[in-house]
């Protein structure tokens, strides 16, 4: 239980109003393991082996327009969105792994769906950099037939609303950013909110009010057993 608790966890309270659970997403995978790291595809295995109902990853784009799973803004010493794919790959993650490809992390999701893949946009230099990358995420999910097995979460409003209006009907979109009401974003038409566990604890009548309206409520990131009891 401790090792648990260790772990770069979040909750997600799921939205049936009357039959709520509590449900765990490794934030980044599980990486908190030998020999892992996160955003590896190693953490992503170990989320699914782990049992967990998600395994998060954040996407960027590389200067030549390939879906990388990396947090960035650097990976080493290299501005993702500034530096082509080849120069990236070159640079092995810390454990000796390379730096996975969004195409690659779907494939290792395929193999166990049972764990969601819950893939964070991250923020892009512009509104039209964002709706190609929330297109092209969008296709290469469509691709591999994840599309009821992958969940969007995303900081920047024009990414939600890019997602709102592209993806398949009832896709999950969570929005991260804390400063919209359940209103707003259930008239956004995400799915949810998935905010910090401070903006929660200094709204917490945003959570009734989100189960009301139909909407999921995701808390990150939860790394103690009071943090986590209070929420559950
Ligand atoms: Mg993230």
């Known amino acids: 239980m401790k090792k648990l608790l260790t772990l770069a966890l979040c909750l997600c309270a799921s939205t049936a109003l009357f039959a709520q659970t509590t449900q765990i997403i ?14 590896s595809l190693s953490a992503l295995q170990n989320a699914q082996d782990f049992g967990a109902f998600g ?8 200067a030549d327009g390939v879906l990388v799973v ?13 530096t082509d794919f080849a120069t990236l790959r070159a640079q092995a993650l810390e454990n000796g792994e390379v730096l ?36 092209k995420t969008l296709a290469l999910v469509a691709k591999y037939g994840l ?26 979109i969570a929005y991260l950013n804390g ?9 956004e038409r995400y799915t949810g909110i998935d905010y910090n566990l401070n903006t929660l604890k200094a709204h917490p009548e945003w959570i009734n009010k989100c189960h009301e309206l139909g909407l999921t409520v995701n808390v990150w990131t939860v790394n103690d057993k009071k943090d986590m009891q209070w929420f559950i």
């Open 26 to 39: 490794a934030h980044r995978g599980f990486h908190a393991t030998k020999n892992s790291v996160r955003n």
């Open 55 to 62: 395994s998060e990853c954040d996407i960027n784009e590389t």
């Open 70 to 82: 990396v947090h960035g803004p650097m990976h080493v010493k290299y501005n993702v969105q500034q």
């Open 100 to 135: 996975p490809t969004l195409e690659e992390y779907l494939v290792q999701a395929k193999k166990n769906t049972r764990t969601k893949l819950i893939i964070e946009i991250k923020n892009q230099p512009t509104p039209q950099l964002e709706t190609e990358i929330v297109e």
């Open 147 to 172: 599309e009821e097995e992958v969940e969007y979460i995303a900081f920047r409003f024009w990414v939600c609303r890019e997602l709102a209006r592209l993806a398949p009907k009832g896709t999950k």
């Open 179 to 187: 400063d919209l009401t359940p209103e707003q974003c259930k008239k």
